[in-house]
């Protein structure tokens, strides 16, 4: 049997690029960049141009990009870098973020933080007042996601920094951290122009390798963990060259394909949308989508299917040969959907949602063949 994947935003499949790339640099740098010898200089001088050419790409200084173990890590240095100061303050969160963030953000709220929690409208974006609202006088920190990995919801984030910027006029800039993974190479995604003081990268949701990403920092932090003081002190550790190499590889092309990549995304999730609404009492979420909302990224398509649960489905569709989830990978073994939830979608619905994600290979073939096959396993096995 054939397999057709739609799960690109659990992890994408390397692209071939980034592998050849990742043997290449394992191959011709086997010095540590921090040594002193040739072939540490050599790495490190590999390593150095790589954080050039990312940060090219991000549209930022090369000294604000620190290279990290992944997205998750990315996320945690800047929240749990406010552990270093001297009292306890508060943050907000989306209610929608990812766990990398909101599993932190619970971390801080054990240790005496205060955690305020801003719910999104039932379109899935979060708007600037709430977050505005939420945010007191010993408000640090807040963190909104670019890209829900849930629904595809794009966040409003300029936006967010505006009204943020405003709330604080005068008082203390409160730093505002985004969750890019699912936005860098997949949208339009530059942080400085975004307001961003923060942001979170992974390389393997744009087909790089597992176990490397990046955080852009605006102004540097005091991290809570020491080390070799590789990354600036920022995040110690022998830098991962090869993955990183892989990294920059598989960035340079989804930036330098993103346009074309995105129109087609557009054009396959509007398909699939037209499918859907043929498919009687499927729906997706949230149901305000419809073809070519630009509120929503098009690589990313949440779906409710009544009367057949979430997990049941997944499980039946790759019995069929597609590969698809029931939201986060990081969170897929808990039943409790907590981002639809918070979205006001009932918790019926909630537990019968799938989330469809599709990548830079997927065809209108597979897109067709995809909502044949979901029709026939709903019709058949709802109840």
Not at 132 to 145: I, K, N, Y
Not at 148 to 163: D, F, H, Y
Not at 167 to 174: F, H, K, L, P, Q
Not at 265 to 287: C, F, N, Q, T
Request: contains cysteine; charged residues 25%.
């Amino acid at each position: 049997m054939s397999r057709t994947y739609l799960d690109w935003a659990a992890t994408a499949p390397p692209s071939p690029e980034a592998l050849e790339e990742y043997l290449r640099a394992a191959r011709e740098y086997p010095g540590n960049p921090s040594s002193l010898h040739a072939e540490g200089s050599a790495a490190r001088t590999a390593l150095e141009d790589a954080r050039a050419r990312l940060a090219g790409l991000l549209g930022c200084r090369p000294g604000r990009v620190v290279f990290t173990s992944g997205g998750t890590e990315a996320d945690g240095l800047p929240l749990l870098a406010l552990l270093r100061r001297p009292s306890p303050g508060s943050v907000v969160i989306s209610s929608i973020e990812h766990p990398a963030v909101f599993e932190q953000a619970a971390v801080l709220e054990r240790l005496g933080w205060k955690v305020r929690r801003v719910d999104p409208g039932p379109d899935g974006r979060v708007a600037p007042g709430a977050v505005v609202d939420a945010c007191g006088p010993d408000t640090v920190l807040a963190a909104v996601m670019a890209v829900n990995n849930e629904t595809g919801a794009v966040q409003p984030l300029s936006e967010i920094r505006l009204a943020l910027d405003e709330a604080s006029r005068g008082g203390r800039r409160i730093r505002f951290h985004t969750d890019a993974v699912q936005a860098f190479g997949k949208v339009p995604f530059e942080p400085e122009s975004l307001g961003a003081d923060s942001a979170a990268l992974s390389a393997h949701k744009i087909r790089g390798p597992r176990g490397v990403g990046a955080l852009y920092l605006r102004t540097p932090i005091e991290p809570l963990a020491a080390g070799g003081g590789q990354e600036g002190g920022i995040r110690s550790g022998t830098e991962n060259l090869a993955g990183i190499l892989a990294f920059e590889r598989a960035a340079a092309a989804a930036i330098r394909d993103l346009g074309e990549n995105r129109r087609r995304a557009r054009v396959l999730s509007d398909r699939l949308l037209d499918h859907i609404r043929a498919i009687p009492d499927v729906r997706p979420v949230p149901e305000c989508r419809k073809a070519g909302d630009e509120r929503y990224s098009p690589w990313i398509l949440g779906l409710s299917l009544p009367g057949l649960a979430g997990e049941t489905a997944v499980r039946i569709l790759s019995d069929a040969g597609y590969d698809v989830s029931t939201g986060s990978a990081c969170s897929s073994s808990r039943r409790k959907r907590r981002v639809l939830e918070a979205m006001g979608v009932p918790e019926a619905l909630a537990f019968c949602a799938i989330r469809v994600s599709l990548g830079p290979t997927t065809t209108e073939s597979e897109i067709d063949g995809f909502a044949e096959a979901l029709r026939d396993a709903y019709l058949r096995y709802r109840t």
